[in-house]
């Protein structure tokens, strides 16, 4: 029985230990999470509309002016950004991730992984690890894994200017990026969209009629792609990183906050148990004293 009490109490000690850690790391991720959420929740709305007139813009030029980045060409070879978190700890954040690449993988870029023309660009470690181990035909790019320690817009930058660079150069022919979207801290969103080409917007159709919108260039067209196009796919990409970043730490505290629930219940359980195990061996205790006055008085 003293070796049952002694394992109980052991749980215990385990527990309350584990929950301590469980507990600080929900506190800091709640404080990483108001910060990350604050930075897409002032970035989005002007990446959004940055990316909605780059799309209207390209869709009614009508061949007059074009960029290269906006055109659409044979899918000869693919590449894909696969953006998760660097650490664990964060419920199904990174599945759910790795789930959705490894479908668009599976489905649309069949063809080129068995062909090995298939480029995947890892951000996150996480994403570098499941990619490695499920995919290793494809050419997998670790250049950028550790990128989560320095989220400003110049640093991310870099990867959107290689993959433009790349896409310029015809070394691939389209570019898919997925990331998480952060919803709010309960949900969080694993989506694949498309980065290169620049994807047109569909237009409008009103009493059936297509309705173009009426933009006043100046400069030149020619001049304004050239500067305008690469700016907002740098801006696009860094709204990706930052919808990650929010998700994880959302994700996290989500996690973090029911472990230490489910470690609350079961240490009441433990507790429960200690106190059963316990009583037992003290009415066995007391069966004995009774038992050996008895045989004394007898």
Known sequence: ?????KEVRERISSVNSTMQITSAMKMVSAAKLRRAQQAITEMRPYSDRLARMLSNILSNLE??????LGTARPVNKAALV???STRGLCGAFNSNIIKAAADKIEGDYKAHYDSGNLTIYCIGKKSFDAMKRRFPAATIVDKFVNLFSDLSFDNVSQVSKQLMREFEGDLVDEVHVCYS???????????CVQFLPVPKMELEESTEKKIN???????SKEELLERLVPTILQTTFHKYLLDNHASEHGARMTAMDKATEN???LLRELKISYNKARQESITKEILEIVGGAAALEA
């Open 1 to 5: 029985m003293s070796g049952k009490l």
């Open 63 to 68: 061949g007059e002016a074009n960029t290269s």
């Open 82 to 84: 696969v953006v998760t």
């Open 181 to 191: 979207r952060f919803k709010n801290a309960a949900v969080q969103l694993p989506n």
């Open 213 to 219: 919108a009426d933009y006043v260039f100046e400069p």
């Open 263 to 265: 470690g609350g219940e």
